[in-house]
């Protein structure tokens, strides 16, 4: 069974940073695209960051120029190292295939920011 498991969630203060990790079993990590997504309260889930199999990276408006994607293919883990937060950022992350699997969708790590 395909574990994707995220860490390295908390409460931060705005302007702080956190990193984000998913470690995943899947033996075919390497040459997936994976993202990052996120669930605020009382929101849809939305896509937040992609990294292709090659590295080519692509975010949504609201977190370019602050946050970055990166994977590790050895370790099989993606990354998310998330800078100047900002209270609209308080959400549930998760991480998944781009485009995600139903069956992958793991429990998530939750990000606090205060004001």
């Known amino acids: 069974q395909v574990q994707l498991v995220e860490s390295g969630g908390g409460l931060v203060q705005t302007g702080g940073s956190l990193r984000l990790s998913c470690a995943t079993s899947?033996?075919?990590?390497?040459?997936?695209?994976m993202s990052w997504y996120r669930q605020a309260p009382g929101k849809q889930r939305e896509l937040v960051a992609t990294?292709?199999?090659?590295?080519?990276?692509n975010y949504i408006d609201s977190v370019k120029g602050r946050f970055i994607i990166s994977r590790d293919n050895v370790k099989k883990t993606v990354y998310l190292q998330m800078n100047s937060l900002k209270p609209e950022d308080t959400a549930v992350y998760y991480c998944?295939?781009?485009?995600?699997?139903?069956?992958?969708w793991g429990q998530g790590t939750q990000v606090t920011v205060s004001s």
């Open positions: 998944n295939r781009f485009p995600p699997r139903d069956a992958y």
């Open positions: 899947l033996s075919i990590f390497s040459i997936i695209d």
């Open positions: 990294i292709t199999s090659d590295g080519t990276t």
